[in-house]
């Protein structure tokens, strides 16, 4: 049990479909991740959220959008995606962001939604 | 922009062994550097994390050292066991994000 749950574990959609990824979080955490690991690339950050309020958008394309209703919940919908986008997709939490630029605390992930574009 | 760079890309060691995993960033002004491993098909487990006023921290068999003068941090692993053959990534904190490495793909051999 890592305490962050992601789903679905896997996704196969075609260019044109809409879908949505979920992350949960039990861990009482504030501050919410979304990464995305390509094979042989680093993981990407791509998105952060703390409190509910998106902190940080690392220049992801628009056919990304994330939302995050309350602290335990991070959802990333997906349109019209390409071939490229396919990947292992990573949520994370942690308990907050303090003063932007400083945590001290360590960042927890879930086991990813691999995501393959047809 | 940060820069974080593992080697070796992958290490194979017999049972038994110590061996220490590398890691480099760019940046110096860090406010921390946290380790995590990686088992196929999972997500990330966290390891270690060192504060940037810190030089080292422990857990069990691992130790991890962070001088951020220098740009490195290291992971050492003693008496490697199977059970941790994964891959290893390193994450150097700073301007409110995590900077990933590639990763060092460990092989324990029983």
């Known amino acids: 049990e890592t305490g962050v749950t992601q789903t679905p574990r896997h996704l196969v959609m075609g260019m044109t479909n809409k879908k949505s990824l979920k992350c949960e979080q039990h861990l009482g955490h504030n501050a919410m991740y979304w990464y995305k690991q390509s094979a042989k690339k680093p993981l990407e950050l791509m998105f952060v959220y703390n409190f509910k309020e998106q902190t940080e958008n690392n220049s992801v394309p628009s056919r990304f959008s994330p939302e995050c209703p309350n602290s335990s919940h991070l959802f990333l919908h997906l349109h019209t995606l390409q071939p490229e986008d396919s990947a292992l997709y990573l949520c994370a939490s942690s308990q907050d962001l303090p003063p932007r630029g400083y945590s001290n605390q360590p960042q927890h992930f879930g086991d990813g939604t691999r995501l393959s574009i047809l | ?103 060092t793909t460990l092989t324990v051999k029983p």
Do not use: H, M
């Open chain 2, 1 to 103: 922009k940060q820069e974080v760079t593992q080697i070796p890309a992958a290490l194979s060691v017999p049972e038994g062994e110590n061996l220490v995993l590398n890691c480099s960033f760019t940046d110096s002004a860090i406010y921390n550097l946290q380790w995590f491993r990686q088992d196929p098909g999972k997500g990330l487990t966290s390891l270690l994390l060192i504060q940037s006023s810190q030089r080292e921290q422990t857990s069990g068999r691992l130790n991890a050292s962070l001088d951020k003068s220098s740009g490195r941090s290291t992971l050492y692993i003693a008496a490697s066991q199977p059970g941790d053959s994964a891959t290893y990534l390193c994450a150097a904190y700073n301007a409110g994000k995590s900077t990933f490495g590639d990763g």
